[in-house]
């Protein structure tokens, strides 16, 4: 007895649409992907080795094996694996942070223009802004004169800002707050001394960027049920003795 190989007229219906129906899978990453877009560096963030160090992570001990920005934003994931970039969870860390970094987002310190061998000055400046608009007023209250004072914490030089800098320039810095008379808070900040916390500096450190796992409870969400059944019933046995 002969036997022949199936006719595609005798396979199922859905494995003759795959055998008929082209792969257009295979070409998806090859036609379908524009080249991938490379930021410019920041002064907070102006090599690689300064990201690798904020996201965290432990990905600072990778940095001699991406030591240019450009190879930094280009690296595809098997790539970074062949570079031994492990394991993939970190791989999808560092391709999940180039691209919030590529759309502007970044973490404390990341909006930060005048930076000097990794830190950056912070200071509180006064500005005059004016009063919420009185209810059932028709005029104005740049008009009538009306205005408080505002504190904002910036990051000028002082001899900037002993000049005196246009409202309109100011930008308040991300992430930190005035509390008290005089003193800035927010994380990873530290006083300058003799200025009553009035100044203070903030550095490259390492994780300032980083998200942290999660911890698994009770073995995770797959596991847990099962995990919480086993433990009542090693207690109910337990118990009975």
């Known amino acids: 007895m002969i036997l022949r190989p199936p006719t595609p007229r ?5 494995l003759n649409y795959l055998l ?5 899978r295979c070409l ?4 379908s992907s524009s080249p991938p877009t490379i930021p410019q560096p920041t002064p907070f963030v102006p090599d690689p080795s300064t990201f690798l160090t904020l996201i965290g992570r432990n990905l600072s001990q990778h940095s001699a ?13 098997k790539q ?11 791989r999808r860390y560092l391709l ?10 970044f973490g404390v310190g990341g909006d930060l223009k005048n930076v000097k061998d990794g830190g950056a000055e912070l200071r509180i400046v006064e500005v005059s802004v004016p009063k919420a608009t009185i209810p059932n007023e028709s005029s104005t209250n740049t008009e009538t004169g009306l205005t408080r004072v505002k504190k904002m914490i910036v990051n000028q030089p002082a001899e900037t800002v002993a000049k005196g800098v246009e409202t309109g320039q100011l ?3 991300e992430g930190m707050k005035v509390v008290g008379a005089r003193t800035i808070v927010g994380p990873y900040v530290q006083p300058v001394k003799g200025t009553s916390g009035s100044v203070a500096t903030i550095r490259v450190q390492e994780g300032m960027w980083e998200v942290r796992r999660g911890t698994k409870v009770d073995g995770g969400e797959r596991r847990k049920v099962q995990v919480r059944r086993k433990r009542l019933l090693a207690e109910r046995k337990t118990s009975r003795k």
């Open 96 to 105: 999940w942070w180039r691209d919030r970094f590529r759309k502007g987002v």
């Open 171 to 173: 930008k308040p810095v």
């Open 80 to 90: 970074l694996r062949d570079l031994g970039v492990e394991p993939a969870r970190t």
């Open 20 to 24: 008929k129906s082209p792969c257009y």
């Open 28 to 31: 998806h990453a090859r036609t």
């Open 10 to 14: 005798s396979l199922p219906s859905a």
């Open 65 to 77: 094996k991406i030591p240019t920005w450009i190879s930094l934003f280009s690296l595809t994931s």
